[in-house]
């Protein structure tokens, strides 16, 4: 089993920056070996935001290249975005995931741009 909880979401204003963070915890988190970020709009299906592989491979949605970055701590185990250069259309609820799996999701952080 696998426990995560993000933090960090927020309201902020268009070119603002927010740093989103997800705490891994349980008795399975050991076998974790990918995380990632989703984020799921109003009406909207749930995306891919980036990932990142326990070797810090890493992935990101074209929409998201260039201005979000994501970054873990293996010790701690602790996944990161830093999202800068907000546009409205990021508003959304972001949610953690651990190693791909459906059974492995956070109860989400809402980031809302807008000004």
């Known amino acids: 089993q696998v426990q995560l909880v993000e933090s960090g979401g927020g309201l902020v204003q268009p070119g603002g920056s927010l740093r989103l963070s997800c705490a891994a915890s349980?008795?399975?988190?050991?076998?974790?070996?990918?995380m990632g970020w989703y984020r799921q709009a109003p009406g909207q299906q749930r995306e891919l935001v980036a990932t990142?592989?326990?070797?810090?491979?890493?992935n990101y949605a074209d929409s998201v290249k260039g201005r979000f970055t994501i970054s873990n701590d293996n010790v701690k185990k602790m996944v990161y975005l830093q999202m800068s250069s907000l546009k409205p259309e990021d508003t959304a609820v972001y949610y953690c995931?651990?190693?791909?799996?459906?059974?492995?999701w956070g109860q989400g952080t809402q980031v809302t741009v807008s000004s």
């Open positions: 349980g008795r399975s988190i050991n076998t974790i070996y990918a």
């Open positions: 995931n651990a190693s791909f799996s459906p059974a492995y």
């Open positions: 990142i592989t326990s070797g810090r491979t890493t």
